[in-house]
């Protein structure tokens, strides 16, 4: 079973920047594709990033250059670079990765391969 750790939440300003991590163990195979998502109180979750192991991004359009999403190098750590971030980029980001992440990058998913979620890490834009 894999597992997913993010950490680098906090309290920011607005305009200011931080950056999130997220290391995946457990599961050598299918973790190529990583990912992030947010989810505010009472709001859907929706896609922030996703990567492939051969670089092809995604962003979510409220990102609007904003973001940056990048890979470690042993390619199962994922970054979110948060620049000039905003108070409605307040909620709980999610690292993802497997099914969940693969699917929305158009990518192939086994049957076999499970949704995979972090716990999350509370990021919260003060004005």
């Known amino acids: 079973q894999v597992q997913l750790v993010e950490s680098g939440g906090g309290l920011v300003q607005t305009g200011g920047s931080l950056r999130l991590s997220c290391a995946a163990s457990?599961?050598?195979?299918?973790?190529?594709?990583m990912g992030w998502y947010r989810q505010a109180p009472g709001k859907q979750r929706e896609l922030v990033a996703g990567i492939t192991n051969g670089g092809r991004t995604t962003y979510g359009d409220f990102v609007k250059g904003r973001f940056t999403i990048s890979r470690g190098g042993s390619k199962n750590t994922v970054y979110l670079q948060m620049n000039n971030v905003k108070p409605e980029d307040t909620a709980v980001y999610y690292c993802a990765a497997g099914a969940i992440i693969k699917r929305v990058m158009g990518e192939a998913v086994w049957p076999t391969e499970t949704d995979n979620w972090g716990q999350g890490t509370q990021v919260t834009v003060s004005s």
């Open positions: 457990g599961a050598p195979f299918g973790l190529s594709t």
